[in-house]
């Protein structure tokens, strides 16, 4: 019999993977399942991103093997983008990678800089591919508490009370999946301090930035972040490409160069219908923005109708495409949502597959029609 490789034992089949299985499984037994669990995006993408995949399809050069760095005026477009939100400047030809997902560059990141033995700050609750990709590639996880009571930010008091002499790289995400807590200029300073500080590298994974968020922000409008400071950022949420795959990661050339050595062996360069329908997409402006969070207000405003039906607390202020959601004293995340799909076929996720600090919590997705969340809040009356 053969024998799958040591690290699988590390980690297990994702989540969602596994219980959307029994989801579908109640699916296809006839149960009017709504999904609140996923956080993918069910708007369209706007109508000048599908035009510019379809022209692009008769392109000389359009069904080849495409540059492993992307098409430069798709760099452009990240580079502009950046500057005109941000005010973050980047230099298109060796500041910015384009990537299949940002998810991958999850893997690229640590398969470029992480060692057998090297140690990860983890956000706990947080993105659990951030300790699945680490534990592949047999670095070691070490978790920090984020909690309600600090606004869902890094106590680094007690963090520096560890031994960070093996800590090579810190992960952090805001605005934070799953809270929806949001970054301040003046977290973004204490973060880089920090990195400084102790020689780790700091990753801001940042897709959330423009849904239902009135201050968007980078890690590189603080100076001299990009010393020790890289950015993954995703075209998923904010216009709708989820399905796309394409995503990017900015920082000095250094960092950037050591990234593309990994992932230069691991594809072929990315669609070149799909640069072009993204390079469409970053020329969008707050228009789009604000159009997507008028609908994206609607569904939230009853998605806290229906968490209050839960006798569930959450913040108001939070931004981001969830609802995260403090469950009555005494009541368990997992126990509460499997009791929930079973007997009101309604799914949502258990706060603990993000971490112990999760436990007690539960998120909702803001990826819902607003009638199936009507029909949600129906079933409890």
């Not at 369209?44 to 022209?55: G, L, N, T, Y």
Request: aromatic fraction near 12%.
């Amino acid at each position: 019999m053969i024998q799958t490789a040591k690290r699988l034992e590390t980690v297990q089949e994702y989540y969602f993977s596994r219980k959307l299985k029994e989801v579908r499984q109640l699916m296809s037994e006839g149960k009017p399942i709504i999904n609140m669990g996923i956080g993918s995006p069910d708007l369209a993408p706007h109508s000048s991103v599908i035009e510019a995949i379809q022209k692009s399809m008769f392109d000389e050069k359009a069904h080849e093997y495409q540059s492993y760095q992307g098409l430069p005026e798709l760099r452009q477009g990240f580079a502009d983008f950046y500057k005109n939100n941000f005010n973050v400047e980047l230099n298109s030809n060796t500041e910015i990678l384009p990537l299949m997902g940002s998810k991958e560059g999850i893997m690229h990141i640590s398969l470029a800089f992480l060692n057998d033995g090297d140690e990860v700050l983890i956000p706990n609750p947080g993105y659990p591919t951030y300790a699945s990709v680490t534990e592949l590639v047999q670095a070691k996880a070490v978790y920090y508490d984020l909690k309600e009571e600090n606004h869902w930010q890094p106590d680094f008091e007690k963090i520096e009370q560890q031994d960070l002499s093996k800590v090579k790289l810190m992960w952090i995400s805001y605005p934070h999946m799953p809270t929806g807590a949001n970054a301040t200029l003046e977290l973004y300073q204490k973060i880089i301090d920090f990195g400084k500080k102790h020689q780790i590298l700091i990753v801001n994974d940042n897709p959330y930035s423009f849904v239902l968020n009135k201050n968007p922000l980078s890690i590189f409008q603080i100076d001299g972040s990009k010393e020790i400071a890289l950015e993954l950022n995703s075209l998923s949420k904010t216009f709708n490409m989820a399905g796309w795959r394409v995503g990017m990661v900015s920082g000095n050339s250094e960092l950037i160069d050591a990234v593309l050595k990994v992932k230069s062996n691991m594809d072929s360069g990315m669609f070149y219908g799909i640069q072009k329908g993204a390079i469409a997409a970053l020329k969008l402006g707050k228009d789009w923005f604000e159009s997507q969070n008028e609908i994206y207000t609607k569904r939230r405003n009853l998605i806290f109708e229906l968490a209050e039906k839960l006798n569930c607390t959450f913040d108001r202020n939070a931004v981001g495409m969830f609802v995260w959601a403090k469950l009555p004293t005494g009541i368990q995340s997992e126990e509460f949502i499997d009791n929930l799909l079973y007997e009101k076929h309604i799914f949502l996720t258990p706060g603990t597959i993000f971490g112990s600090n999760g436990e007690s919590y539960i998120r909702f997705s803001l990826c819902v029609k607003e009638e199936n969340i009507v029909e949600a809040i129906n079933r409890f009356s």
